[in-house]
């Protein structure tokens, strides 16, 4: 493997490594068919020891450092700065584009078994730091909005839900009126 080469060719290597595994899980993300980034999924779903996204906020004080960070939009991108309406659909599509920017990032986080693999232990260390520095933050405020998007649209739901049923509730109250 690589651990008898040259540090600088090593270097180059594994660069060229990084960016290949970078392009191919970002090919596979925008090529998978979106249902394989539903919220309901497994992978997606809450872990008890998250508290609905509580960890992030309380312990990883997320929200002070989460809009320093970049975000990708590529062409006729979704942009995850801001909601830009509440609608169920905007909503559902917000929280798919949550799942979809989590899993390339921890995809992204598997290329360190490679680097393990074909590098000496300490250059395996040094890369994989840098790898995880790179894409966990932004695996983590996928998982932490996705989090605050579902309670947004459990909120709507509920408010549509009653204004519906009082919709009902005035439109028999003004048949029986109209019938007497």
């Not at 590529?74 to 942009?79: A, E, I, L, N, V």
């Not at 983590?140 to 909005?145: A, E, G, K, T």
Request: glycine share 4%; proline share 2%.
């Amino acid at each position: 493997m690589l651990r008898d080469q040259p540090f600088l060719d090593t270097l180059i290597i594994n660069i060229l490594i990084g960016a290949a595994w970078h392009y191919i899980t970002f090919f596979l993300c925008i090529s998978v068919d979106t249902s394989f980034f539903d919220a309901e999924k497994k992978l997606y779903l809450p872990h008890k020891w998250e508290r609905g996204g509580k960890f992030y906020s309380d312990v990883l004080k997320i929200n002070k450092w989460k809009d320093l960070l970049p975000q990708h939009i590529g062409k006729d991108g979704f942009s995850k700065d801001h909601i830009d309406d509440v609608s169920i659909e905007y909503l559902d599509e917000f929280i798919m584009e949550t799942c979809r920017g989590e899993w390339n990032h921890t995809m992204n986080c598997l290329l360190s078994v490679v680097l393990f693999i074909i590098n000496n232990l300490v250059m395996a260390f040094v890369l994989s730091f840098i790898v995880f520095l790179c894409n966990l933050p932004f695996a983590l405020i996928q998982r932490y909005n996705r989090f605050r998007l579902q309670k947004l649209r459990s909120t709507i739901l509920r408010k549509e839900e009653r204004a519906r049923k009082k919709a009902e509730m005035l439109a028999a109250e003004a048949v029986g009126t109209v019938s007497e």
